[in-house]
Structures are given as C-alpha cells and as structure tokens.
C-alpha cells in the first residue's frame, strides 16, 4: 500500500559520507536495509512515523542516522568503508504506534534499492 523509491547512491571514496533518500506515498514507518555481495539483506536503522524515534544496528551506530520530513525519509552515512557497499533499499510497514521495527519480514513495502559502492 506504499510506494516507495529510494536515490542517492553511488561510488563514494573510504571516510566519505553519502545520504540516501526514500520518497514515500504516505507516513508509515520507514527501515533501512543492505544486501552486501554474498551476504543476506540486513537491518540498517529505522526512523518512527512521526520521525521522532530512531535506531540503527550496533555495528552502525554512529555512522548511520535515519530520520525523515513527512513522507520523505533520509538514511545519513558518515564514514563509510568498503564492507558498507552493497544495494541499499527502503522498506515501510504500518504501526499503529510510534515505534521502528529491525525484522524485515514485517515490512509489507519495499523500493527497488540504490546501489552505493565503497572504494579507494
């Protein structure tokens, strides 16, 4: 029921920060996740859908902030190192509370993913 496109990838030098943005159709909450080669998609940070609660994967805290204005939500990245380049997608699901949510099998709701590449 929510439509969502994410932009902002690309090839970024070692130490760089990038942010990615995800245009949503409406205000439910947004996750981040990564698809790293040979790995499995994986949490990344989820921003509630009034924005005022985030969180973010241990391995990723402060680096990695997700946040939003409205139905437009931001994943900033600061320090970003080779391991973090992998296909990064947006995903919203509906709750009935202000809450974030790291179990990607409860969001309904995916983009199409924006590749971000980490090299020297």
């Known amino acids: 029921q929510v439509h969502l496109v994410e932009s902002g990838g690309g090839l970024v030098r070692p130490g760089a920060s990038l942010t990615l943005s995800c245009a949503a159709s409406?205000?439910?909450?947004i996750g981040w996740f990564r698809q790293s080669p040979g790995a499995e998609r994986e949490f990344l940070a989820a921003?509630?859908?009034?924005?005022?609660r985030s969180s973010s994967r241990d391995s990723v805290k402060g680096r990695f902030t997700a946040s939003r204005d409205r139905t437009k939500a931001y994943l900033q990245m600061n320090d970003l190192r080779p391991e973090d380049t992998g296909v990064y997608y947006c995903?919203?699901?509906?709750?009935?509370?202000?809450?974030?949510?790291?179990?990607?099998?409860?969001?309904?709701?995916w983009g199409q993913g924006t590749q971000v590449t980490v090299s020297a």
């Open positions: 921003v509630s859908r009034s924005g005022r």
């Open positions: 409406n205000d439910w909450q």
């Open positions: 995903a919203a699901r509906f709750e009935r509370w202000d809450s974030v949510g790291a179990d990607q099998t409860e969001y309904p709701n």
